[in-house]
């Protein structure tokens, strides 16, 4: 798809109109629902990109598609349009012209192939990470105030990327015991299974550094599943 093109470019500038107006419409039910405006922001954002995504995708594929088809089919009529003479060396000819007529479409396809997977992955992705959002604001909304919980929020999605926390101001929470942001810790790891328990247990001292001040990572690592005492978070296998 050339995005040089100003056609191409009038009909992406449309569709984007078109998602952002949708996009609009979920965030202003999501706030009727009672999500607060960071949730609602991020219901919007999800909803635009993943709707921008699969536009342009839509786009590349009628574009590299539709023309090959449309090429082989006028090619067809049009050999039927010759009358076939006896000679057998003229009927095997077409045969092996196919194969080479049919090798670019071949090709188109499995690059469809290939970006349609790159984007399951990536909605796959988005899902995951809105549950572990969804659970995080669930889990401590009796446990810190709003501003906090955003925060935590986004430290989630930062460690979902793997890149590591950047400007962490300590999570400020009440009536947790460190067991309870073990739980949570191990729930988060195992939700996304894609760091390892190291990398949660520090994840959890940076965060909670308040809480977990006197603790060492190599402890709460060791610590990640105990299940002892009272508790008001619990080990979750499937969020």
């Excluded at 952002?20 to 607060?36: H, N, P, Q, T």
């Excluded at 990470?129 to 604001?137: G, Q």
């Excluded at 729930?187 to 940076?206: C, G, M, V, Y």
Aim: aromatic residues 10%; negative net charge; contains cysteine.
């Amino acid at each position: 798809m050339n995005y040089k093109d100003s056609e191409n470019i009038l009909l992406i500038i449309c569709g984007a109109m078109g998602i952002a107006l949708l996009s609009l419409i979920f965030r202003y039910l999501f706030l009727e629902l009672g999500f607060d405006i960071f949730g609602a922001n991020l219901v919007f954002i999800v909803i635009f990109v993943i709707g921008l995504i699969f536009y342009i995708s839509y786009l590349e594929v009628i574009q590299r598609v539709i023309p090959p088809l449309l090429k082989k089919r006028k090619q067809t009529i049009e050999n039927q349009d010759v009358v076939p003479e006896s000679n057998a060396l003229e009927n095997i000819e077409p045969e092996l012209k196919e194969p080479i007529e049919n090798k670019t479409p071949l090709i188109n396809d499995l690059d469809v192939i290939r970006e349609k997977h790159q984007q399951d992955e990536i909605i796959r992705k988005q899902e995951v990470l809105e549950v572990a959002i969804k659970y995080t604001r669930t889990t401590f909304a009796l446990f810190a105030d709003d501003q906090n919980i955003n925060r935590l929020c986004e430290y989630v999605i930062q460690y979902s990327t793997g890149i590591g926390l950047k400007d962490v101001e300590p999570i400020r929470v009440k009536d947790l015991q460190n067991i309870d942001l073990y739980h949570f810790g191990w729930n988060i790891w195992n939700h996304f299974r894609s760091n390892t328990q190291e990398d949660i247990a520090l994840f959890l001292k940076t965060i909670f550094a308040k809480n977990l001040k006197d603790i060492d990572t190599d402890t709460i690592r060791k610590k990640l599943t105990f299940n002892e005492g009272k508790l008001k978070i619990k080990l979750e296998k499937k969020l």
